[in-house]
């Protein structure tokens, strides 16, 4: 079994199949946030002005193009603002600088650009983080980042230790 490689700051790296996952859940997230959306603004249109529109009446082109922009937007500021997605809260794991720092606009937004490589390498960008020993995708190495898992207690969270109450026996009699 190969463990996971761990870093002094900032946690243990995340593998290859949590942040997978995590990719998973959020381009599920975007597309259903970005076409609610163009459903409900074409809704609305069509309510204000008594028309019936037409879906398609919008070009592929600009439909990519909004899909685009919102998918940059959404990663940006997830990594910026909260330094994980919805995907990467679901399965525990958070985007840090490489002093394991929170992750500045500016880096998330290199990240975002990086990202756009690793998409338009057909995916080999992501698929970096099965061969690289520090378990960092395209994105990370050009920004500086990394993903760990995010595993430290919150007070009033599910799961932490509890001691059982203490029955006092003598009391009931």
Do not use: C
Not at 129 to 152: E, I, N
């Amino acid at each position: 079994m190969i463990d996971a490689p761990s870093l002094d700051e900032g946690g243990v790296v995340a593998g290859v199949v949590s942040r997978t996952a995590a990719l998973v859940i959020d381009v599920t997230v975007i597309a259903g946030a970005f076409y609610g959306a163009l459903a409900l603004g074409l809704l609305t249109a069509q309510v204000l002005t008594f028309n019936r529109l037409d879906p398609t009446a919008i070009s592929a082109t600009v439909a990519s193009i909004m899909l685009a922009a919102w998918t940059a937007f959404y990663f940006w500021a997830a990594w910026w603002l909260f330094g994980k997605t919805v995907g990467k809260a679901v399965l525990g794991l958070r985007v840090v600088q490489l002093d394991g720092a929170t992750v500045s606009w500016a880096r998330a937004l290199v990240r975002v650009a990086g990202y756009a490589l690793s998409v338009m390498s057909l995916g080999v960008g992501f698929a970096w983080v099965a061969v690289d020993r520090r378990r960092r995708a395209w994105h990370d190495m050009l920004a500086g980042t990394r993903v760990v898992y995010d595993w430290t207690p919150h007070p009033g969270s599910v799961g932490r230790a509890r001691t059982p109450p203490t029955v006092d026996r003598r009391a009931r009699r």
